[in-house]
Every structure is written in structure tokens, then in C-alpha cells.
Nanobody, 127 residues
């Protein structure tokens, strides 16, 4: 069983930045493909960014490209999402997700392929 806990959400003005963190339990974090997703009220959960187990490969949604950066520190069992130039439409609950035992270069982008999810952290961007 893998437990994930997100932190770093909050209220920020448009144009501002936030850094989300997600800490995972367990001893095999370096074997997990990790992802960040978000869900706004009345909308489906969508991918924001994903990263391979070693951190070499990443993928981003079109809305996140150029503004957000996903990274990981396997020594700290932590994945990060640096969010810059935030917009009101980025307002959502942000979730991290883990898929154990992925291939080294694999970036998992489909929510249905993730096995574990955190409870989420709220990000609110005011205009």
C-alpha cells in the first residue's frame, strides 16, 4: 500500500507561483511513475504533468507547458509541481498519483493507470 500526501496549495493572485509537494510512503518510490492531476468544480479530472520513475522523462498538458515543472527527489520520496504564471483557470484541487513498477522511461499520462492517489490540495487563483 502506498500513501500519498500533497501540500503547498493555497490562495494566490494571478501571475503568482506555488510549489506543490507530494510525499509517498514506502521503500520503492524510485520504481513509481508519478503524476499530478487536477479537478475543477463540474469538470473531469485531468492530467497536469507526469514524470518517469527516474525523472528523465516528463509530459505536460498543453495548459501546463511552459508554466509548470514537474520534478522528483527519489531520496526524499517526493514529487514536486512548480507552478508559475498562475491563472484563474488553474483553480482546482490538485492530486498526485503513483503507479508502482513502471518501466524506467515510461511516463504514465492516463488517470486510469494510476493505482494510488493522494487526498488532494486546493489551489485557488484570484484575478
Amino acid at each position: 500500500q502506498v500513501q500519498l500526501v500533497e501540500s503547498g496549495g493555497g490562495l494566490v493572485q494571478a501571475g503568482g507561483s506555488l510549489r506543490l509537494s507530494c510525499v509517498a510512503s514506502g521503500r520503492s518510490f524510485s520504481s513509481y511513475g508519478m503524476g499530478w492531476f487536477r479537478q475543477a468544480p463540474g469538470k473531469e479530472r485531468e492530467l497536469v504533468a507526469a514524470i518517469s520513475r527516474g525523472g528523465r522523462n516528463t509530459d505536460y498538458s498543453d495548459s501546463a507547458k511552459g508554466r509548470f515543472t514537474i520534478s522528483r527527489d527519489n531520496a526524499k520520496n517526493t514529487v514536486y509541481l512548480q507552478m508559475n504564471s498562475l491563472k484563474p483557470e488553474d483553480t482546482a484541487v490538485y492530486y498526485c498519483a503513483a503507479r508502482p513498477n513502471t518501466w524506467d522511461s515510461a511516463v504514465v499520462v492516463a488517470a486510469a493507470r494510476y493505482d494510488y492517489w493522494g487526498p488532494g490540495t486546493q489551489v485557488t487563483v484570484s484575478s
